[in-house]
């Protein structure tokens, strides 16, 4: 059974940081793309950030210089660490793991992260 449990979403004020994780369980880890999805409130869900099996990484240009994204094969995880945040950034994060040959395509729960004073 695939699993991608995030954590670490909540409350945070205007310019604060908040760190997320996401626990995959069921593939084998190091041959996936992961990524952080979010979608707002009346949008469509977006890209945040990726990181390939070789650990190169993209980014929104929206985030760019302020969340950064990484992985630990050897624990099945990947990070969002998300500083100097704005109220744009609320939304449900979600996790991702993709792979091509074959296709596979996973998505977990999402963890709400609310930015407001």
């Known amino acids: 059974q695939v699993q991608l449990v995030e954590s670490g979403g909540g409350l945070v004020q205007p310019g604060g940081s908040l760190g997320l994780s996401c626990a995959a369980s069921?593939?084998?880890?190091?041959?996936?793309?992961m990524g952080w999805y979010r979608q707002a409130p009346g949008e469509q869900r977006e890209l945040v950030a990726t990181?390939?099996?070789?650990?190169?990484?993209t980014y929104a240009d929206s985030v760019k210089g302020r969340f950064t994204i990484s992985r630990d094969n050897a624990k099945n995880m990947v990070y969002l660490q998300m500083d100097s945040l704005k109220a744009e950034d609320t939304a449900i994060y979600y996790c991702?793991?993709?792979?091509?040959?074959?296709?596979?395509?996973?998505w977990g729960q999402g963890t709400q992260v609310t930015v407001s004073s």
């Open positions: 990181i390939t099996t070789d650990s190169s990484t």
């Open positions: 991702n793991a993709a792979r091509t040959a074959p296709i596979r395509d996973y």
């Open positions: 069921g593939i084998t880890f190091r041959l996936y793309r």
